[in-house]
């Protein structure tokens, strides 16, 4: 044991030797391969463009196919001419013996129609549509009825006086007979439907009229058959 402290005292108390110093090789440079595949070169072919389309493409392979010229189609093959010459149509008039014209058809081109005229009377003063709404809003009887009534042809018949008048419109019956100084067009047009079903002249001379909002106070009741 002693021998084996004094080796390591003496070997640590020693003095320890520089390390050695670094030496410098030369190497011959390389020569360059000129065989080396990594290597690219340039040359004159840089600036064209690819071919567009590919060489290899869907679409330059049916261009190739379709390289045919056009075909030609016969005189029978094309659109038939017109069947008059232009030089002999006139705007504004169809052609007789045409059938496919492009001119618009012959009731477009004329005008239309004047609107008949109303013969409107001069109503007594008091007796405007003012007036005939101040008379329904009055809770004067215009009816004539208690309740409302099956009125039959028959019935409607007997009411054609100027002191009992009745009509029907739209399979409703009124009584007129307060209405016929109100009447725009006189109590003589008025009396012409009076003690029958007066729809059709109602809708010939002024169907635009609402009967029911006019004569909802004089409702007598609905026409029903024999």
């Known amino acids: 044991m002693a021998s084996y402290l004094r080796s390591w005292l003496y070997s640590q108390s020693s003095t320890?030797?520089?390390?050695?110093?670094?030496?410098?090789?030369?190497t011959a440079p390389q020569e360059e391969d000129?065989?080396?595949?990594?290597?690219?070169?340039?040359?004159?072919?840089?600036?064209?463009?690819?071919?567009f389309p590919a060489l290899n493409s869907a679409q330059r392979a049916s261009s190739s196919t379709a390289s045919a010229m056009p075909r030609i189609l016969t005189d029978a093959q094309r659109m038939p001419p017109p069947p008059l010459p232009m030089a002999n149509r006139r705007p504004g008039v169809a052609s007789g013996s045409s059938s496919s014209s492009l001119l618009p058809p012959?009731?477009?081109?004329?005008?239309?129609?004047?609107?008949?005229?109303?013969?409107?009377?001069?109503?007594?003063?008091?007796?405007?549509?003012?007036?005939?709404?101040?008379l329904k809003k009055s809770g004067q009887d215009l009816r004539g009825t208690d309740t409302l009534l099956r009125v039959t042809p028959s019935m409607l018949k007997e009411h054609r006086s100027k002191d009992d008048a009745w009509t029907a419109i739209n399979g409703k019956v009124y009584n007129v007979t307060h209405y016929l100084p109100y009447h725009p067009g006189g109590d003589k047009e008025l009396m012409r439907v009076a003690g029958r079903d007066g729809t059709?002249?109602?809708?010939?001379?002024?169907?635009?009229?609402?009967?029911?909002?006019?004569?909802?106070?004089?409702?007598?009741g609905f026409l029903v058959s024999e």
């Open 106 to 134: 012959p009731t477009t081109t004329k005008p239309p129609p004047k609107p008949s005229k109303r013969n409107k009377v001069a109503l007594a003063p008091g007796h405007g549509p003012l007036d005939w709404a101040n």
């Open 34 to 51: 000129d065989d080396d595949d990594t290597e690219t070169v340039h040359g004159d072919d840089d600036d064209v463009p690819p071919a």
């Open 200 to 220: 059709r002249l109602f809708a010939l001379t002024h169907a635009w009229v609402n009967a029911d909002l006019m004569l909802d106070e004089c409702l007598v």
């Open 16 to 26: 320890p030797e520089p390390p050695a110093a670094p030496t410098i090789v030369e």
